[in-house]
């Protein structure tokens, strides 16, 4: 594990003010993206990109969401200590920490073998245990369900249906539709068959893609 120097720490608060100033308020996520060392989860050759408010590659093909997206998602959310929440796409595994840090119970399912397996081991190694799944996102995680909320952090052509039905009737699914650029959705289910739908502007995501791989 690389150290967490005074350094890292500045330049972290320097990044929580710039997130804050990007219209972040909710204290909980701004404490939990000041104390999670992002530069732990890039290659060590890239660390100093760590606390920059920009995504950056993690292999596979993948990315890790920029700093910004992930406060503005788990804003959204509102999260309050014991959720459960369901997250697609585990890449890196920054966003889940993000999560557990804040009090949730945290389930995420990555499609890439190779990131799943990588992320799993990284996060005992950081002490943070959300319950990763390798699986297809699209068909969520039924024996588990249902949860408070559900975060998708890829970019996905159509709500998966399979997703909407595993929310608690009070939950919320927050997921970025749309092929080029998405814009970010939040379906809050107010009865078995009713979902109040918001949207809340435009971000650019890699693709949520099918199936599993690896
Ligand atoms: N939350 C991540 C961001 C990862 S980018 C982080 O904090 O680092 C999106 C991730 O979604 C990628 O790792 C990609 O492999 C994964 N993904 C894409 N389609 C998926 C699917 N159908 N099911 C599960 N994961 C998927």
């Known amino acids: 594990m690389p150290s967490d120097t005074f350094k890292h720490k500045g330049l972290r608060k320097k990044l929580v003010d710039k997130i804050q ?59 309050k200590k014991g959720d459960k929440v369901l997250e697609i796409g585990t890449g890196s595994g920054y966003q889940a920490c993000v999560l557990v840090e804040m009090g949730a119970k945290v389930f995420s399912i990555e499609r890439h073998k190779s990131l799943y397996t990588k992320t799993k081991q990284f996060l005992v190694e950081l002490n943070y245990f959300p319950r990763l799944f390798f699986g297809d996102g699209y068909k969520g995680l039924p024996t588990y ?24 009737i009070g939950g919320m699914l927050l997921i970025p539709l749309g092929e080029n650029v998405q814009t970010m959705t939040s379906y809050t289910r107010t009865s078995e068959k009713d979902y109040t739908v918001a949207t809340h502007g435009e971000f650019r995501f890699v693709p949520m893609l099918g199936d599993r791989i690896g």
């Open 21 to 79: 100033l990007k219209g972040i308020t909710d204290k909980q996520v701004l404490e939990a993206i000041g104390k999670i060392p992002r530069h732990f989860f890039l290659d060590a050759a890239f660390e100093e990109f760590a606390y920059q408010d920009k995504p950056f590659p993690i292999g596979a093909g993948q990315t890790i969401s920029q700093p910004f997206t992930v406060a503005f998602q788990t804003q959204l959310l509102n999260i």
């Open 145 to 168: 369900a249902p949860f408070d909320k559900i975060i998708v952090t890829a970019g996905a052509p159509t709500v998966p249906e399979d997703l909407l039905s595993q929310l608690k």
